[in-house]
């Protein structure tokens, strides 16, 4: 997530404040100017103060929920957006839009009855408000790198629209009347409900869509809102955004804050002056000041979702080789990475799927069962890095690291490639850093040799990641293809292990070895997040699933 400040937005926000604050007085004759400004300025005050200013790394990169793919879009446009479900503090789905289901024996039918509810432009929220979203998720015209997900819902016919095969009107998500959303399944989902809260399956409204056409979420006058808040002041890479409260909204009695304001800042030090300063509330913490604050009463240490590795591209010569794979893989130091560089709670990632992500079917986490791979072991690295340079008949290699632009990430590829290089005498390492956004793209092209890149689960499932690494997957950045994996995959989603819950979990641990034994990606550490939250802030909801952080309970004292 992304962060910045904004005084000028500010300034402009407590200039309209301050206007009506004096039509307000304007009827008290016996008020001198003087005392009518005071009183303004008193409300101003008191309203810019329940503006809650939150710190984020990155800019957002789309407000729209069928196009969006990274953590700080999700978050920003849950906080605008609400979809048939939202989630409770603990994570389990909770009914948003939808007022109530009616649900099949089978669990192969979903009947939503959606509440009456308004978009903030005074339109009703309706059932092809859905339908039409959800279309345009799976349509290959709109090429969705999430379109996947709704053939993890099991959507009906949604696999077969994304190919090409079957035309889009035949999704099985249709509206009844205006308030009557009717669901069908390809196969039962145990998940499906938790999955409806998640951006790619928020609404959109048809007539809105089509009148701002590309120029759809990309301004204040082109994004509607449904959801607790409404935008303000954005625009695309944009270092601060703009909400305020959704007056429109159908649970607003239920949100306190006036507004949420989102600055972009990407190095610590600038972040804790900020935070010190008083100019922003919620801030992420980074490297030596984790040890600083972290008796500070106002410090968080939370768990997050996030894995984050490498991706070679094996598509570059000498990357398709197993063996140098996996000497990269165990060269560096993934504990000194969690230890000693990032100091929040992240923790070494022996693993493609996370901890505390899903419970299996004996009620157990699924890394409480699974085995763990490619741990750092220089000698092993040493070995195999001699292999493959036998194999490939060369004693010399020069890979670019490609990272986004923060401060952790960078330092975090810095004492890679020290590690990297020191480990395996003729591998050189070159770092190449860019905004986020840049870095996405540079890998969904393929244009790239090594990636450092995450992956946030969008829902409580092992599938969320190894989905990723079937053929042809837009998130399968290292184009590798395996016959036996993609079969596993399949199975597991609608196949024969789909009906078997005990297989099914037995067959994403075996998926998922043969990914690491592959070394398809070469895990760095699992994120956890060090976050200074100002003590008359309560109410924050964090998640390690889906939309990280939830507003619409937080109050500001």
């Given at each position: 997530m992304k962060k910045i400040i904004s005084l000028l937005t500010v300034l402009a926000l407590l200039f309209s404040l301050t206007a009506c604050g004096s039509k307000e007085a304007a009827p008290a004759e016996s008020s001198t100017p003087a005392e009518t400004q005071t009183a303004s300025e008193t409300a101003t005050s008191e309203e810019a103060a329940n503006i809650l200013k939150v710190q984020i790394e990155v800019e957002v990169a789309s407000m729209d929920p069928q196009i969006a793919t990274d953590g700080t879009s999700f978050e920003v446009m849950g906080a605008v957006t609400e979809g048939l479900y939202s989630v409770d503090a603990a994570g389990s789905p909770i009914l948003a839009m939808a007022e109530s289901v009616d649900k099949s024996e089978d669990g192969m039918s979903y009947t939503f009855h959606l509440r009456d509810a308004n978009w903030s432009n005074g339109?009703?929220?309706?059932?092809?408000?859905?339908?039409?979203?959800?279309?345009?998720?799976?349509?290959?015209?709109?090429?969705?790198?999430?379109?996947?997900?709704?053939?993890?819902?099991?959507?009906?016919?949604?696999?077969?629209?994304?190919?090409?095969?079957?035309?889009?009107?035949?999704?099985?998500?249709?509206?009844?009347?205006?308030?009557?959303?009717?669901?069908?399944?390809?196969?039962?989902v145990s998940y499906f409900e938790s999955l409806m809260s998640f951006n790619s399956f928020f609404p959109v409204n048809e007539a809105f869509f089509t009148e701002k056409g590309d120029l759809f979420g990309t301004s204040p006058d082109t994004i509607l809102a449904n959801g607790p808040f409404k935008i303000s002041a954005y625009e695309p890479a944009a270092t601060t955004i703009e909400l305020v409260k959704n007056e429109d909204y159908w649970d607003a009695d239920a949100v306190k804050l006036d507004g949420i304001e989102y600055q972009v800042i990407k190095e610590a030090q600038q972040t804790m002056l900020a935070y010190q300063n008083g100019d922003i509330d919620v801030a992420t913490l980074a490297g030596e000041q984790v040890e600083q604050f972290k008796a500070d009463p106002e410090f968080h240490n939370i768990m997050a979702g996030y894995l984050w590795y490498i991706s070679p591209n094996q598509t570059v010569a000498g990357l398709e080789n197993v063996n140098l794979r996996k000497a990269i893989a165990l060269s560096y130091d993934k504990a000194a990475i969690a230890n000693n560089i990032l100091k929040d709670g992240s923790i070494v990632a022996d693993f493609a799927v996370p901890t505390l992500l899903a419970a299996g079917p004996d009620g157990k986490d699924y890394r409480e069962t699974a085995d763990t791979y490619l741990a750092t072991d220089k000698a092993k690295a040493l070995e195999y890095f001699n292999t493959a340079k036998a194999e490939l008949g060369v004693d010399e290699f020069s890979y670019t690291?490609?990272?986004?632009?923060?401060?952790?990430?960078?330092?975090?590829?810095?004492?890679?490639?020290?590690?990297?290089?020191?480990?395996?005498?003729?591998?050189?390492?070159?770092?190449?850093?860019?905004?986020?956004?840049?870095?996405?793209?540079?890998?969904?092209?393929?244009?790239?040799?090594?990636?450092?890149?995450?992956?946030?689960?969008?829902?409580?499932?092992?599938?969320?990641?190894?989905?990723?690494?079937?053929?042809?997957?837009?998130?399968?950045?290292?184009?590798?293809?395996?016959?036996?994996?993609?079969?596993?995959?399949?199975?597991?989603?609608?196949?024969?292990?789909?009906?078997?819950?005990?297989?099914?979990?037995?067959?994403?641990?075996?998926?998922?070895?043969?990914?690491?034994?592959?070394?398809?990606?070469?895990?760095?550490?699992?994120?956890?997040?060090?976050?200074?939250?100002?003590?008359?802030?309560?109410?924050?909801?964090?998640?390690?699933?889906?939309?990280?952080?939830?507003?619409?309970?937080?109050?500001?004292?």
């Open positions: 339109t009703p929220v309706t059932a092809n408000d859905f339908v039409y979203a959800w279309k345009r998720l799976v349509d290959p015209a709109t090429a969705s790198e999430y379109s996947f997900i709704a053939e993890i819902a099991g959507i009906k016919n949604a696999a077969a629209i994304i190919s090409g095969d079957v035309p889009v009107d035949e999704l099985g998500a249709v509206a009844e009347d205006d308030k009557t959303l009717v669901v069908t399944l390809d196969f039962p690291l490609i990272v986004e632009d923060t401060e952790s990430a960078q330092n975090v590829a810095q004492f890679i490639q020290s590690e990297i290089q020191t480990t395996l005498p003729g591998m050189t390492i070159t770092i190449e850093t860019m905004p986020k956004k840049n870095r996405v793209e540079r890998m969904q092209e393929g244009d790239f040799e090594l990636g450092l890149t995450r992956w946030g689960p969008d829902y409580a499932d092992p599938m969320t990641y190894l989905d990723m690494w079937i053929t042809d997957s837009p998130n399968n950045y290292g184009f590798w293809s395996n016959a036996e994996y993609d079969s596993i995959i399949q199975s597991a989603k609608n196949g024969e292990l789909a009906l078997d819950l005990i297989a099914r979990w037995e067959g994403l641990k075996k998926a998922e070895k043969i990914v690491m034994d592959e070394a398809v990606i070469l895990p760095v550490y699992q994120k956890g997040n060090a976050v200074m939250i100002k003590g008359n802030v309560t109410g924050i909801e964090f998640h390690s699933v889906g939309i990280n952080r939830i507003y619409k309970n937080a109050v500001k004292n």
